[in-house]
């Protein structure tokens, strides 16, 4: 079985980097469940979702959490979303760590050189490359 986590996103642009992280999970072939504070409400108060999130994470589900008070255990990668990242990039971002944590494999992703070359070319135009 594959591994799961529970990624918990901090600052201003959480919810929407939650939305656009579960959509690329979902597309890389995992499973993933968005845990907001209406979640937490629905499922009983803070210490029950984090159980819940404890069972989605050891079952090989990702749960993205944007509820700032929740503290699950197991594996959890803790974040916070640069101000200046679009939800998309931040995503991007937190999928890497996940891959370095050896959460995710990305391996099934491939780009041609001319798209690495451009998003090459997009990150130096950004300033996080050189």
Do not use: W
């Not at 990624?7 to 907001?36: K, S, Y």
């Not at 929740?70 to 991007?92: C, K, S, W």
């Amino acid at each position: 079985m594959e591994k799961g986590a529970t990624i918990c996103l901090r600052g201003t642009e959480a919810g929407a980097t939650a939305q656009a992280l579960a959509f690329r999970l979902i597309e890389l072939g995992r499973n993933a469940e968005r845990i907001d504070e209406d979640m937490i409400k629905r499922l009983g108060g803070v210490k029950r979702a984090a159980f819940v999130c404890g069972l989605l994470s050891r079952n090989g589900v990702f749960a993205v959490v944007t509820a700032p008070d929740i503290r699950p255990e197991g594996n959890v990668l803790e974040m916070e979303v640069d101000e200046h990242d679009t939800p998309d990039f931040a995503a991007e971002k937190i999928l890497d760590e996940l891959a370095e944590r050896d959460l995710l494999r990305m391996d099934g992703v491939q780009y041609t050189p001319e798209e690495e070359e451009a998003i090459r070319k997009r990150l130096a135009d950004l300033g996080y490359v050189e």
